[in-house]
């Protein structure tokens, strides 16, 4: 399994943009699906996004199509989340899960996540 550590949450004001990053170690980066999901007080884990192995295929949440982005660079070991025009109901605990086979929307498919980054989204 890779070891996954996500980096760039913060406080940003309503309408702004935020850029989410998630290293993995070890070798076998680009042989994992990838998802973001997301998790405020009070509610359940949600998807966010996925990206398939290569990057070709991209999948997201219909509460954020149009306003995130998911990319990665297996040579970086790196999958993103680029975080545009955010409301305060994006405001959540954000994590990245790794899935050796196909992505998913289904958080119980993953084999491995990070920590979580806060994201807090102010009115």
């Known amino acids: 399994q890779v070891q996954l550590v996500e980096s760039g949450g913060g406080l940003v004001q309503a309408g702004g943009s935020l850029k989410l990053s998630c290293a993995a170690s070890g070798r076998t980066f680009s042989t994992y699906a990838m998802g973001w999901f997301r998790q405020a007080p009070g509610k359940a884990r949600e998807f966010v996004a996925s990206?398939?192995?290569?990057?070709?295929?991209?999948d997201y949440a219909d509460s954020v199509k149009g306003r995130f982005a998911i990319s990665r660079d297996n040579a970086k070991n790196t999958v993103y989340l680029q975080m545009n025009s955010l409301k305060p109901e994006d405001t959540a605990l954000y994590y990245c899960?790794?899935?050796?086979?196909?992505?998913?929307?289904?958080?119980?498919?993953?084999?491995?996540w990070g920590q979580g980054t806060q994201v807090t989204v102010s009115s």
């Open positions: 990206i398939s192995r290569s990057g070709g295929l991209t």
């Open positions: 899960a790794g899935r050796g086979v196909g992505s998913s929307r289904y958080s119980n498919m993953y084999d491995c």
